[in-house]
């Protein structure tokens, strides 16, 4: 029997420090999501997607806002990053439950 996964968004600063870092944490954190039963959102994956097909940031935030609505939960990791700030406001009215690191997470489920 197949059991629905929690889909949990990812957010954290990418534009303010390195990029390059900012994405591994990310990735880090979702991985650790992934090995406790969670299927991770990454937005900062769609870095190399505008790499190949290049779109202004508008763009990107409404893919943001799109795929945050169909998610479970919405991790924040610690950092400057107006864009997670923004989409954690959203989270309120698409009544997705937020969280201010993995471990509150995990210990509400």
Known sequence: MNVKKKIVYVA???NH???GENIHNVIR???HLRKEGYL???PHLFHFWNTISFQEEEYWIAMDLDW???CDA???LPGISPGSDYERTICYSY???VYNSVEELLSDN
Do not use: R
């Open 12 to 14: 954290g600063p990418y």
């Open 17 to 19: 420090g390195n990029k």
């Open 29 to 31: 954190v979702a991985e």
């Open 40 to 42: 991770p959102f990454i």
């Open 68 to 70: 945050l609505q169909h």
């Open 74 to 76: 919405f991790v924040q």
């Open 95 to 97: 009544d997705v439950p």
